[in-house]
């Protein structure tokens, strides 16, 4: 069984970034460390890029709504996958309105561009107030399979 250690504030230089904190960690810029992106009550995405190493990690300081992410009006929730397989990583941004915002990632693996958002792709749907979207192939059959919290406290699959 794990063991957590006792948990840290802002942990590697991470910085408070308002209410409503949704954090999330990948290697953005395929440099093979983890890079937190944290949405916001504010509907911004806050970027830190790791400018320390894998194993141990350092924050740059934010920037705001990187690469194109736009501010979604409140209760942002990111997260990101390779959703078109292409080989860089799209973002998927919840919102208040219960809505979920999709980037197409239009750059690199190692230099992401985001297209202007779409609104409840692949027959995504709105699920009532404050989407939290994640992307995981839970079944198995090589595709990515959607779940959206919602302020309903259900998770929409």
């Not at 840290?8 to 209410?19: K, W």
């Not at 504010?42 to 740059?60: C, E, H, I, K, L």
């Not at 409840?120 to 198995?140: K, R």
Request: proline share 8%; net charge negative.
């Amino acid at each position: 069984m794990p063991a957590f250690a006792p948990p840290q504030t802002n942990p590697f230089n991470l910085n408070a970034v308002g209410t409503y904190t949704s954090p999330t960690l990948v290697d953005i810029d395929g440099d093979g460390d983890l890079d937190a992106f944290v949405g916001s009550n504010d509907g911004n995405t806050y970027y830190y890029r790791n400018t320390g190493t894998a194993s141990a990690p350092v924050f740059a300081a934010p920037q705001t709504s990187p690469f194109n992410l736009t501010d979604v009006g409140n209760y942002a929730s990111p997260t990101f996958v390779d959703i078109d397989g292409d080989g860089d990583l799209d973002a998927f941004v919840g919102e208040l309105d219960g809505n979920t915002r999709y980037y197409r990632n239009t750059g690199t693996a190692s230099t992401p561009v985001f297209a202007a958002p779409q609104i409840n792709p692949f027959n995504l749907t709105d699920v009532g107030s404050t989407a939290s979207p994640t992307l995981v192939d839970i079944d198995g059959d090589g595709d990515l399979d959607a779940f959206v919290g919602s302020n309903d406290g259900n998770t929409y699959y």
